[in-house]
């Protein structure tokens, strides 16, 4: 039984991106399951030691939803939920810590303090930092963006974004990398070499991506290619992974060329590609196409970059996976 009413006043209030929000934590009863299932703790698993070490317990019980070490794994990035529980929104928009661990498992600095997320303008995002995250290709420097714009997306400014990073020892300022005009979908496609990172921002008005290349370590940047995120026949496709002895994850690259796959939509159907883009003149090689007789589908690459894996599947015939050369 709730242990009072429910009071919700709407008094001066204003268009916020919550009312598409479903399932939320409604009672005192709904607060305490969710903090009985999340709770949890941090532990270090060593699969060689015996089974009496195996396991170490690195912090005290909390609500932690992620801990990412650095590359040279001497810090841990650590997010956790903070109470109390909002019946507003979801809970990727309750409030949340982000703090710096050393190899001690020790605090070394408080990266984020973000409060609950209730008032986010429609279609906007949230002030201050978001979507911090660990540069792969460093050994110890966190990257995030910051909204310009109040996260408004009707606000007249001439930068909706900024680009910050942090690195250890994580007492001086942050500093600004980059500002974007319009607002950063994804800046987590780093490339294994240099600074290089590959950067999308989205014009929501005209439903327009610009795809952005900067390195970080000179200072530059430069748009590579936009497209109409409508005009699916046109469309490159997404960028393709690979991961680092570290286990953090960077661009696949072929030299200055970056690996693409795509659905490959035509006036004849669907035709999958596997695609080699251009870094310097976004030129595209496109390595393999679905026949216009199956549908085919690269998954991944075996061993090098000649021999993939292939599922292919036709009206006839169920799906089933192949070894293909690109060479024939």
């Not at 934590?25 to 699969?47: G, K």
């Not at 995002?125 to 420097?141: C, D, E, L, N, Y």
Request: glycine share 6%; hydrophobic share 40%.
């Amino acid at each position: 039984i709730p242990i009072g009413p429910e009071i919700l006043e709407g008094s001066g209030a204003s268009a916020r991106s919550t009312y598409e929000a479903r399932n939320l934590l409604e009672t005192a009863h709904d607060d305490a399951l969710f903090d009985y299932y999340t709770t949890s703790e941090l532990a270090i698993v060593d699969p060689a030691a015996n089974s009496a070490t195996q396991v170490k317990v690195i912090s005290s019980p909390a609500p932690y939803f992620s801990a990412t070490f650095s590359p040279d794994g001497e810090y841990l990035l650590v997010k956790w939920l903070v109470k109390p529980w909002s019946h507003q929104v979801g809970w990727r928009r309750f409030a949340e810590q982000v703090e710096v661990w050393d190899s001690n498992y020790e605090h070394v600095a408080a990266i984020a303090s973000i409060p609950v997320s209730e008032n986010v303008p429609v279609h906007g995002v949230i002030t201050g930092p978001r979507s911090i995250a660990w540069r792969p290709t460093a050994p110890h420097a966190l990257f995030w963006v910051e909204a310009l714009d109040g996260g408004d997306p009707k606000a007249e400014v001439p930068h909706r974004d900024r680009l910050m990073c942090l690195t250890a020892p994580f007492t001086t300022e942050p500093e600004e990398v980059f500002r974007a005009e319009h607002r950063i979908r994804g800046k987590d496609a780093w490339g294994a070499d240099s600074g290089l990172l590959m950067l999308s921002q989205r014009e929501r008005i005209r439903r327009w991506q610009y795809i952005w290349l900067l390195d970080v370590d000179a200072g530059t940047s430069r748009l590579w290619f936009d497209l109409n995120e409508k005009d699916s026949y046109n469309n490159p496709g997404n960028p393709l992974f690979r991961p680092l002895p570290t286990g953090h994850w960077v661009l696949h690259q072929k030299g200055d060329a970056v690996y693409f796959t795509g659905r490959g939509d035509t006036d004849e159907g669907r035709r999958p590609f596997l695609a080699l883009r251009d870094l310097n003149s976004a030129k595209t090689e496109r390595l393999f196409r679905c026949d216009p007789e199956r549908y085919e589908t690269f998954v991944t690459f075996v061993g090098d970059d000649e021999h993939f894996v292939l599922r292919s599947e036709s009206e006839a015939a169920v799906p089933n996976y192949y070894l293909a050369t690109l060479s024939n």
